[in-house]
């Protein structure tokens, strides 16, 4: 849990939200005897708890930004090109 606390000249007020985990992302049922471990945002299901943790690892968790890369452009004698559009 984590809680967010903001303050107001008038009061003082406590918010708490609940931090999701990799748990909460799936469900666990029956499938003849063993356990199945079912995704709750698409079709996906697993006999492997490993298996369904890595598949909402790799399809459902937001992905960091990729770096932007910047190429220099220049001519033959290795000056720095300048686009004045921009």
């Known amino acids: 849990m984590a809680k967010i606390v903001k303050e107001s000249k008038a009061a003082k007020v406590v918010e ?3 931090v999701k985990t990799l748990e909460d992302y799936y469900s666990i049922g029956k499938w003849k005897g063993l356990k199945q471990y079912k995704c709750n945002l698409c079709p996906f299901d697993s006999l492997d708890e490993k298996a369904i943790k890595d598949h909402i690892i790799e399809r459902h968790m937001p992905k960091p930004p990729k770096p932007v890369v910047k190429v220099a452009i220049t001519d033959r004698f290795g000056r720095e ?4 559009n921009k």
């Open 16 to 18: 708490t939200k609940k």
């Open 81 to 84: 090109i300048i686009n004045k």
